[in-house]
């Protein structure tokens, strides 16, 4: 049977591939065993190797140590060596030092033996000394008997010689001098009445023009007081309210007085304050302008007009800057100034008072050469402090000083600030020139008076001592300080604690206090309840 060509093609091919997978095979394990012979063999040397590393390890750490040892041994030998040495060095000092004090101790013990030696001496002297001035004593007294006994003598021969004894010769001596001293005394009475005569004249036209200076200046009530129109006398119920409840709502909230009386169309405000009494005006002009008066209604008004007059100070202070040419200063300072409006100092007005001086102050530096802008603007802050016054412990020289530090004023406006009153030296030109014109503004005929002033602040004492006790919130002055009205907390003070407070307010004013009249004490104490319907 013949066999096709490609038939034994394949099965050559076949052949050759077993024979080839099987040479690979036989050649892949004897490679395997070679491999492994040559890894035991790597690794036997490792381990002879690294046991050779191991001892040689340990024989340089045997050499390390015994060297360590060595070398630590230096050291202490060389440490203890060193101690030793400082010991010595320690000992030697001590017994050096002990050698200097016991030679310091030496000498002092010779000064102090000198010492007592000298003190000997003069103890010596002194009494030698004390032994002579009792022996010049002793001389002294007798002198002066020899000259008692001298004095009688010659005293007994004068009596002898004029026929006079002493007290008679006295006598006689002080009638003479009195005679003397009634005609020197006459003759002065008569030059004294002739120099009054001719200086009548002069003396009554001086006190006639001081007594209408003075008669020109507004009194306490004047000052003290605004009159406000209306369109007519109905319109007083109206402000009065049902049970006075509009009034009183107007006077808690103002701290003003209103004296509703028979003068027809008009309502009084009286109230020491002026910014208060300006608040209480405006107010109850707008409440009769617009005609719904009551208790919401008046409240809601005041707090506008206490908005009004806080503008209207700030546009007096920019005024005040704008005429006075002072420029820079701070905002609040400005608002200050502004509040000067609404306050007077023995009844002159302190902002017309400072403009014044700022004037003046500028005038006087323009002439002598100086910072006329630096003088107008210490002039204008020179009673600052007038303006917290009324809040703030102290004078206002040291007020405005403090005010003007925090704001960061000129240093030279400080110091004229603080010298204007003569509190401290004035070390400038321009603290001096501020002093004269502040001098210059208050001095004129008419500008001040003391009376008001005086009034004033006792009205604010009175507040004061009011404002003093625990539960009060707030204390009114009014009826030109013959009554006080003092709002109570209710949470705090109860209607049987009233009457105590009451009490004590008034036996606190009696010792505190001089005034005349009396004042009445008028507690209230109002609770109120707000809801709303929704």
């Known amino acids: 049977m013949d066999i096709p060509l490609f038939v034994v093609v394949l099965i050559g091919i076949a052949a050759l591939l077993v024979g080839a997978v099987v040479c690979g095979f036989i050649c892949f394990r004897l490679g ?105 004593h002793k001389k002294a007294d007798e002198k002066v008997a020899e000259a008692e006994q001298l004095k009688q003598s010659q005293m007994d021969i004068l009596e002898r010689i004029s026929g006079f004894t002493t007290e008679q010769a006295k006598d006689h001596l002080l009638q003479l001098l009195d005679t003397e001293l009634n005609h020197d005394k006459a003759l002065l009475i008569s030059a004294y009445e002739q120099k009054l005569k001719d200086d009548c004249d002069e003396k009554a036209r001086q006190y006639i023009s001081l007594a209408i200076a003075r008669l020109a200046a507004d009194t306490v009530s004047e000052t003290a007081v605004s009159v406000v129109a209306i369109p007519s006398d109905e319109m007083k119920g109206r402000i009065i ?114 403009i014044e001086v700022a004037h003046l102050a500028g005038i006087m530096a323009s002439e002598l050469g100086v910072d006329a802008a630096l003088a107008r603007r210490a002039g204008l802050l020179h009673d600052i402090g007038k303006a917290l016054d009324h809040e703030i412990e102290g004078s206002h020289v040291q007020i405005g000083v403090d005010v003007c530090k925090k704001y960061k004023e000129n240093s030279e406006v400080i110091h004229a600030i603080e010298a204007h009153h003569g509190d401290v030296e004035c070390r400038t030109v321009i603290a001096a020139l501020v002093q004269a014109a502040d001098a210059i503004s208050a001095a004129r005929p008419a500008a001040r008076s003391e009376n008001y002033e005086n ?80």
């Open 455 to 534: 009034y004033i602040k006792r009205l604010e004492k009175l507040e004061e001592i009011c404002c003093s006790y625990s539960g009060v919130e707030k204390s009114y002055a009014i009826q030109a300080g013959r009554e006080v009205r003092i709002m109570i907390k209710p949470e705090q003070i109860s209607d049987d604690d009233m009457t105590v407070l009451a009490r004590d307010i008034a036996k606190k004013i009696e010792d505190e206090m001089e005034y005349p009249g009396q004042i009445k004490i008028n507690l209230i104490r109002e609770s109120r309840v707000i809801d709303y319907a929704k």
């Open 241 to 354: 309210g049902r049970e006075g409840r509009n009034i009183r709502a107007l006077e808690t909230m103002t701290g003003v007085d209103l004296i509703i009386d028979d003068t027809p169309e008009v309502i009084t405000l009286s109230c020491f304050d002026h910014v208060r009494r300006e608040i209480a005006r405006i107010a109850l002009e707008r409440l009769i302008q617009d005609g719904r008066i009551h208790p919401a209604r008046i409240e809601e008004t005041v707090e506008k007009a206490r908005r009004e007059v806080e503008l209207r100070i700030k546009q007096e202070g920019e005024r005040a800057v704008l005429e006075t040419n002072v420029n820079g200063l701070n905002h609040e300072l400005i608002r200050l100034i502004g509040r000067l409006k609404y306050r007077t100092s023995y009844r002159q007005n302190v902002l017309n008072h400072s």
């Open 32 to 136: 395997v065993q070679h491999r492994i012979k040559i890894a035991e063999a790597q690794f036997e040397s490792a381990e002879k190797e690294a046991a050779r590393i191991v001892e040689e390890a340990g024989e340089k750490a045997e050499t390390m140590k015994k060297t360590a040892l060595v070398e630590a041994k230096d050291e202490i030998y060389k440490l203890r060596t060193n101690a030793e040495k400082e010991v010595q060095r320690l000992k030697n000092d001590a017994e050096r030092e002990l050698k200097e004090r016991r030679s310091e101790v030496s000498r002092s013990e010779r000064r102090i033996q000198q010492k007592e030696e000298n003190l000997d001496k003069k103890n010596d002297k002194l009494e030698k000394l004390e032994e002579q001035l009792h022996q010049k």
